[in-house]
């Protein structure tokens, strides 16, 4: 399984915890990180993205040619009237992430959780990917070669 990866995005990330800025909402067109653990499982990978205080009808899941987009919305908490923010870290607006699934892995029966703020893919590796036993036909007779 390949993963893309943007070493700009992080290093904007990086830019605007150093120089301030704050928690910059992420847009779609600018979209926030997202973190993920991946790993084999058996016969399948799981990849699991950290989405806390993003609800399941904001997350949007598209494979396209073996390469899987992820993208998730964090709204802005509603807040009461005379209410006066004093902090504001957590980042809001959009997050995206994409993954090229190589072609040994089996995109049409990939599984999707969500549970307390974590997306989990489980995505099966392909039967003609797995190892398997060739069995070798032929007779025990020697047979002689004359010169």
Request: aromatic share 6%; hydrophobic share 35%; glycine share 8%.
């Amino acid at each position: 399984m390949l993963m893309r990866t943007d070493p700009f995005r992080e290093l904007d990330r990086l830019t605007q915890q150093v120089f301030g800025g704050g928690a910059t909402p992420g847009t779609w067109s600018r979209p926030n990180p997202m973190p993920l653990d991946a790993y084999r499982s058996g016969d399948e990978y799981v990849v699991a993205f950290d989405l806390p205080g993003v609800t399941a009808d904001a997350i949007e899941l598209d494979i396209e040619r073996n390469v899987l987009t992820i993208k998730a919305e964090r709204r802005p908490p509603k807040l009461g009237e005379n209410v006066e923010m004093q902090v504001s870290e957590r980042p809001l607006g959009v997050f995206s992430r994409q993954l090229f699934l190589g072609e040994t892995l089996d995109t049409d029966r990939i599984e999707a959780g969500y549970e307390a703020g974590v997306l989990t893919l489980r995505i099966p590796i392909a039967e003609q990917a797995k190892p398997r036993k060739i069995a070798i036909s032929g007779t025990d007779e020697h047979k002689q070669i004359g010169v």
